[in-house]
């Protein structure tokens, strides 16, 4: 899709992930910083689908199957948010970690996105 | 990361949805809900390429979503049916998948002991059970007698 933006999404994936990972191992509770990592990442998820959204009705093709890369382009912008909000259902360290874990799937479905675009 | 440490809290005896089960209803959520769009996709687009893949991963799928539910509402034996119908259906498809093949010209989220997603489908099912077991129902401490 757009080469730049997978590997900044890559890097900030990954580094939300570490971060709140170390965070919640070490018993924290959810901060304002942490949302604010989690934001961070999520505002580079909805740039990207916005983008993709556009290139698609410019008439670039989908590759490979359209219909799972709608579904991963939905999830990738919802996964974030729903962990958010049910891991804050009981605020706790393992809210982070499963910010993190879901970060971790979030870097995963980005490259298979970007490989369904161009059909590998 | 850091289930094992000492500093864990107890986990309320019987509830499957707190704490780290927090973490493991999310992992069980993604599954379904990846595992259930892309059984979807097969089925609508090729579903007579590979009829018994393409059921079974969509089986699997249900699995997930109902395993996912049960855990965050605390459902434990519903929870334990469907994480043991996991574990059996990871190692018996994974086996069938290498001794035949054939009967499986493409690919299933259980193929390979789960090797395309990581192996997590085999990962998950162990974790889930020793979250159950871990949380079992436990009657109240008595007081002890002086």
């Known amino acids: 899709m757009v080469d730049g933006l997978v590997t900044v999404l890559e890097v900030a994936c990954l580094i939300a992930a570490v971060v709140l990972g170390i965070e919640g191992a070490r018993g924290k ?16 998820l909805l740039v990207q689908a916005v ?6 009705v410019q008439g670039d093709q989908i590759k490979g199957s359209a219909g799972v890369f709608v579904a991963y382009l939905v999830f990738t912008v919802l996964a974030l948010p729903v ?24 870097a995963v ?12 | 990361m850091s289930v094992s440490e000492p500093s864990t809290p107890a986990p309320q005896s019987g509830r499957t949805s707190r704490g780290f089960g927090r973490v493991l209803i999310v992992v069980y959520g993604v599954f379904g809900v990846s595992a259930t769009a892309r059984a979807s996709a097969q ?12 059921s079974l991963s969509a089986f699997a799928a249900v ?14 034996r519903v929870a334990t049916t469907a994480v043991l119908i996991e574990l059996v259906g990871v190692l018996v498809v994974a086996t069938l998948s ?25 990962v998950l099912p162990m ?3 020793w979250w159950l077991w871990h949380t079992r129902p436990r009657p109240a401490p008595r007081p002890a007698r002086s």
């Open chain 1, 29 to 44: 509770d959810p901060l304002w910083w942490h949302l604010a990592v989690v934001a961070a990442v999520e505002l580079l």
């Open chain 1, 51 to 56: 983008i993709a959204v556009v290139l698609l």
């Open chain 1, 83 to 106: 962990t958010l909000l049910w891991g804050l259902g009981e605020p706790s360290r393992w809210t982070l970690v499963a910010l993190a874990v879901a970060s971790l799937v979030v």
């Open chain 1, 109 to 120: 479905l980005v490259l298979r996105l970007d490989q369904i675009w161009a059909g590998v």
């Open chain 2, 43 to 54: 089925i609508i687009r090729d579903f007579d390429e590979a009829p018994v893949a393409f």
């Open chain 2, 63 to 76: 699995v997930y979503l109902v395993a996912t539910v049960a855990l965050a509402r605390d459902a434990r």
């Open chain 2, 98 to 122: 290498l001794a035949a093949p054939d009967a499986f010209p493409r690919e299933t989220v259980w193929s390979g002991f789960g090797r395309g997603y990581g192996y997590v489908p085999l």
């Open chain 2, 127 to 129: 974790v889930g059970l």
